[in-house]
């Protein structure tokens, strides 16, 4: 009998051969993760926020199926690629929300204490992004594993497999990076 995680892993290699049924076959199969990580994402983004987790799924859904150019290779490299673009989805409403806080289009009125917090909660969103590209711009790979424990929710082992190094070397450079980030995080 094939595992979940084998099964996923066909069936993603089989869609990008152009099995669109294969398609079909994988959601059901990948939504319940997708979901997890997306509820991940937005119980860290505290009270207040206006993006629900489904609309977060469905979103990530649509731009996951509009990648034709992917040759996905396994679950994990399925589930790094929806990290990656859960966390673009996460910080462009924090962008949308942080210019609606300066005026943006919008007419100024006074706002209520969870309307606050939601902006607050969508500088700390942003301030993890901008820390998130320099890191990224010094090492590349402790970038990618920050987004991919973080933001992917996957375990070092799985976060290992999607780069091709050890576990070890997970586990130094995530011990790094979160140093690194709590750092810069609160220097500014």
Known sequence: ???AAHQVTRL???????DESSL????????GE???LAHQHMRREGPGHVLQTSALINEAYLRLVDQPQIRWE?????FGIAARLMRRILVDDA???NSAKRGGSLIQVPLDEAASLAQEQAANVTALDEALKRLEAIDARQ???VELRFFGGLSIE???SVLQVSPGTVMRDWTFARAWLRTEMTSV
């Open 74 to 78: 396994n679950r994990s490299h399925f």
């Open 24 to 31: 079909e076959q994988l959601m059901p199969l990948v939504h």
């Open 34 to 36: 997708l979901h997890r």
């Open 143 to 145: 970038g990618q594993i």
């Open 158 to 160: 799985e976060t290992a």
């Open 1 to 3: 009998m094939e595992s």
């Open 12 to 18: 993603l290699r089989e869609w990008s051969d152009g």
């Open 95 to 97: 962008r949308k929300r």
